[in-house]
């Protein structure tokens, strides 16, 4: 599906809303553009009106007295009414004069002398007329007075009327828009949770973030600003066009040209900015991904003077940014406004021309209102199509950005299963089971082995040995390329991700912690999972000793990662989040690597309460820590090289027991 697809389907979901909002936009246009039809027809039939043929009455309705007889405009007598004698009213200059007869013809005016001359062509007649003072034109003008109130009362109830539905459609519009991206943003976000763990791998969080928040933005721009000026204009052009059209049929001909100048020199402009946004764009997430490792290994980068190298790639990748963003600026700046400025100027030069040739045809008849509302069409038609191009670049970085965001909504994820399933108890066989984290590079080979119910299994080995990829296909954050993995016999590729994670604990070296409090992050809000049941599991591992002093006990905040804790508290914090949660399968992934020996000692304890009645699988450096362990692996180039108790390891005085007289010789000379 394409972009332009996707973003119509998401538009759907509020099609409603948007309808009732074009409906809205449609009266406003048509109040609107009732405007200049008003003032055309105020003009010619009521401003410039007296300018027609009166007849003497008998001081009926709409009559005025002028020199002790009664006159009334030909279009206001009745067919009836008794028409006496025929008169005309005609402006010269400034002046206007009042001739006592029909005039056949109408040209060039002039009056002198009580003579009104008119010329037209070869043909030149005169007639006796009397310039009009201020009072009496006034008395002429009285019967237009009422009529043109009501037009222009009708004038301003439509504006009224324009204003109201205008900002009824801004709203629901943008209302739309932004429940459109609410929506976006929550599948962007629920797409996240379900795609598996090997997607991050080689995706920097940095841009994972910008794709949800800045290019989500940019999408958010489309849908307010953009689409509904496209939408507003595209209305208003079209009934500017029928407008026109009504008015004159060969001037509306010729400002259609318009169309397809703009339909050429919008896929021109696209060609060249969809290029420079994507540019931009790639360059934005990776300045974002910068930022985020910059902040994330601050002290790394500090410790090791590393800030100037930093600063350097940061200020390339800046510039990147900069240059492409000056290219689009230089392609918004050279065409956006000098197109509508030339096609502007292009209009009104055909719009001189064409009235110019027509004043010359003696048969043509242009009056001043018709000319009024051309001219008011033509400079409300350039408004809306300012707006379109202005809006181009706009669209072309909401469409860039929509890519990205469709790009990840279309990555296969792991649908969330509410399924549940009674505690297992926790029997794990991995069944000769190869895996390679790339295809046909095996980290994993033909491992084999088994874990009973309420067994300890240590995981030992050099760094790269394998160790953390079994725990990462126990979990199912990746699966195995050949065997099976059983959990009380059912191989876990049978079970839904979340169902099986529903009996798994896990706690790591680094444990992570959210922005909350201490009893929060035991918990993580989940409501089956008490008060008295976190405060319960804190005790349990020994938290109580540890956060005794603080002012607000276990309701102390915790800020982002917790970095105002120790290791040794995060840790705890940790234990006592595996034990509410109260795992049939445990994982311990170098608990107490980090830690000072007092809080060791606490965590000792914590270990020994968490795995009473668990299977657990310790991922230890520390060979003293899994002296008790009831099975323990030794791992090395991704095999199972042996296999034992302490004591059997020792006594076979293999890869195991060279380890741990490495450690202890290490600890006898510390």
């Known amino acids: 599906m394409t972009t332009g697809k996707r973003l119509v389907q998401y538009a759907l979901y509020y099609k409603k809303i948007i309808i009732a909002a074009l409906l809205m936009l449609s009266v406003a246009v048509t109040a609107d ?74 040209g060039e005016r002039s009056f002198n002398n009580g003579v009104l001359t008119i010329t037209k062509g070869d043909k030149i007649k005169t007639f006796e007329g009397t310039k009009l003072t201020t009072e009496e034109l006034v008395a002429f003008y009285q019967p237009e007075t009422s009529r043109i109130i009501g037009l222009l009362s009708l004038y301003f109830g439509l504006i009224v009327i324009a204003a109201i539905f205008e900002y009824g459609q801004r709203y629901y519009l943008q209302m739309s828009a932004n429940r459109v991206i609410q929506k976006m943003r929550e599948d962007v976000f629920g797409q996240i949770q379900k795609l598996p763990i090997r997607y991050f791998d080689n995706l920097p969080a940095g841009k994972v973030v910008a794709r949800i928040t800045n290019d989500t933005e940019a999408i958010r721009e489309l849908y307010v600003t953009v689409l509904s000026t496209f939408f507003t204009s595209a209305i208003y052009i079209t009934g500017i066009y029928i407008a026109l059209f009504i008015l004159n ?267 909350g409090t201490i009893a929060s992050n035991v918990s993580l809000d989940n409501p089956a999972i008490t008060r008295e049941k976190v405060e319960q599991a804190l005790r349990d591992v020994g938290a109580d000793r540890v956060f005794k002093h603080l002012e607000k006990g276990f309701d102390e905040p915790v800020i982002e990662k917790g970095s105002t804790l120790s290791s040794g508290q995060r840790q705890l914090i940790s234990f006592a989040r595996a034990l509410a949660f109260d795992p049939a399968i445990l994982i311990l992934d170098e608990a107490t690597s980090s830690i000072d020996t007092e809080t060791e000692l606490i965590i000792q304890e914590a270990m020994d309460v968490l795995k009473k009645g668990r299977t657990t699988f310790i991922i230890a450096h520390r060979l003293s820590t899994i002296r008790n362990a009831d099975q323990i692996l030794v791992l090395d180039k991704g095999c199972i090289v042996e296999k034992g108790t302490h004591d059997e390891l020792i006594e076979q005085k293999g890869k195991y027991y060279q380890m741990y007289q490495l450690q202890q010789g290490s600890n006898l000379a510390g």
């Open 249 to 515: 049929v060969k001037l509306a001909l010729i400002c259609l040209l318009l169309l397809p100048i703009l339909f050429v020199w919008t896929l021109v402009y696209r060609k060249y900015a969809s290029k420079y946004n994507h540019k931009i764009r790639s360059r934005n997430s990776d300045i974002n991904a910068i930022v985020n490792e910059s902040i994330q290994g601050m002290n790394v980068i500090q410790a090791f003077n590393r800030e100037k190298q930093t600063q350097n790639e940061f200020e390339k990748l800046n510039e990147d940014h900069f240059k492409f963003q000056n290219k689009l600026l230089s392609l918004n700046s050279l065409t956006s406004h000098n197109l509508v400025n030339v096609l502007r100027n292009v209009i009104f030069v055909a719009f001189i021309w064409y009235f110019g040739g027509e004043a010359l045809n003696p048969s043509a008849v242009v009056s001043l209102g018709m000319l009024y509302a051309f001219v008011d069409y033509i400079n409300r038609l350039f408004n809306p199509i300012q707006g379109i191009v202005n809006q181009l670049a706009n669209l072309e970085q909401a469409l860039v950005a929509a890519d990205r965001v469709f790009e990840l909504l279309t990555e296969e994820g792991i649908d969330v299963n509410d399924h549940r399933m009674e505690r297992y108890k926790g029997n794990v066989t991995f069944d000769h089971v190869s895996f390679g984290y790339k295809e046909n590079e095996f980290v994993l080979k033909d491992i084999h082995f088994s874990a009973e119910h309420g067994e300890t299994v240590a995981l030992v080995g050099h760094t790269g040995s394998g160790k953390s990829s079994i725990i990462n296909l126990l979990f199912r954050f990746y699966d195995c390329q050949k065997g099976s993995i059983l959990v009380d016999g059912t191989d876990i590729k049978n079970i839904p991700h979340q169902t099986l994670r529903q009996h798994m604990g896990i706690v790591l070296q680094d444990p992570f912690l959210f922005t």
């Open 33 to 106: 553009l009732a405007g200049p039809f008003i003032a055309k027809r105020m003009i010619d039939q009521h401003i410039l009106g007296i300018e027609s043929t009166w007849y003497q009455t008998n001081g009926t309705k709409d009559s005025v007295e002028y020199k002790g007889n009664y006159y009334k405009r030909e279009k206001y007598t009745e067919d009836d009414e008794v028409k006496v004698e025929e008169a005309t009213i005609l402006q010269v200059n400034r002046s206007f004069v009042f001739v006592e007869e029909a005039t056949p013809f109408d």
